[in-house]
């Protein structure tokens, strides 16, 4: 697949900056200023463009996923927030394959050759036998690996990009950035745990403390960054463990990282991740 750090070109839902017009003014310039070029989905009915968008597989290819995840489509109030990405996809001039699997975006964390996700991909998934579930997936992302992680606890939204992302996912495809769950349960701490070293892969912790939260605020969540070409910007919060953030981040990329505010989006229940989608061009 096409990592994060080989993108160039970043799109935000034409609805961010009409809700979030500071937040993303200040995004939009800390971008522009490095070089990348933001653009605006047009036709969205919610902000987060991840969830939504097609994955890009290669250059020219492009994956487009069901997105009826049951968070929403249980929820009849809800349904009108599901964006067609067809439409979507068709006025920025991209034809994606079309996949019968019901998967969001941010429940894809990628490297070169592997794909972690969420044990939610066989929740919404029930009519297909998880190895060909499996299977069928490895096929579409062209990776070598498909890695299972059992969910957050309380996470209504069974996303992947919020607990763990991949350092580098050309050159060090092992070393992975994840929350420190020690304050969820011991059993779930275990499990998540042994998923992850069952599968090869090495742990750094960054802090987390969205278990202090109520409903769907993703504060204290570090690990949905967002990683554009040589540029990293990672959500800050107003708190202590924004310093132990920032060690972490500039331990494993240096000095090409940028704060940013967040308890804006956060509040909403979804950080820097979430609200974007970058591509190769």
């Known amino acids: 697949m096409i990592t994060d750090q080989e993108t160039n070109l970043i799109y935000f839902s034409e609805l961010l900056p009409r809700r979030h017009p500071k937040f993303f003014g200040e995004l939009k310039a800390r971008l522009e200023r490095k070089g990348i070029e933001c653009l605006l989905l047009p036709h969205t009915k ?15 290819e492009f994956v487009q996923f069901k997105y ?20 979507t996809c068709k006025a920025i001039g991209i034809s994606p394959k079309r996949s019968d699997i019901n998967l969001d975006g941010g429940n ?16 919404e998934n029930p009519r297909f036998l998880r190895k060909k579930l499996l299977s069928k997936l490895k096929t579409l992302f062209k990776v070598k690996q498909v890695v299972i992680i059992p969910e957050c606890p309380f996470d209504r939204f069974g996303h992947a990009d919020g607990m763990i992302r991949f350092v580098d996912g050309v050159k060090d495809e092992e070393t992975v950035l994840v ?14 745990h042994r998923a992850i070293s069952s599968q090869g892969l090495f742990p750094v912790l960054l802090p987390y403390t969205a278990y202090r939260n109520k409903g ?24 202590k463990e924004d310093a132990l953030a920032h060690k972490v981040f500039y331990r494993y990329f240096g000095g090409r ?25």
């Open 179 to 192: 929350n420190d769950f020690s304050g969820e349960s011991a059993k779930f701490f275990s499990k998540f």
């Open 68 to 87: 009826e995840p049951s968070y929403l489509t249980r929820y009849k109030e809800y349904t009108t927030t599901i964006t067609d990405a067809a439409e």
């Open 257 to 281: 990282i940028f704060p940013i505010r967040a308890n804006e989006i956060a509040r909403e229940g979804g950080v820097l991740n979430c609200v974007s989608w970058n591509i190769k061009r």
């Open 108 to 123: 894809i964390v990628k490297s070169r050759n592997k794909a972690i996700m969420t044990a939610r991909i066989f929740a």
């Open 46 to 60: 919610d902000i987060w463009c991840r969830d939504y968008m097609p994955v890009q597989v290669s250059k020219n």
């Open 216 to 239: 769907d605020d993703a504060k204290g969540i570090y690990t949905n960054y967002l990683e554009v070409g040589k540029i990293v910007i990672y959500p800050v919060y107003g708190i």
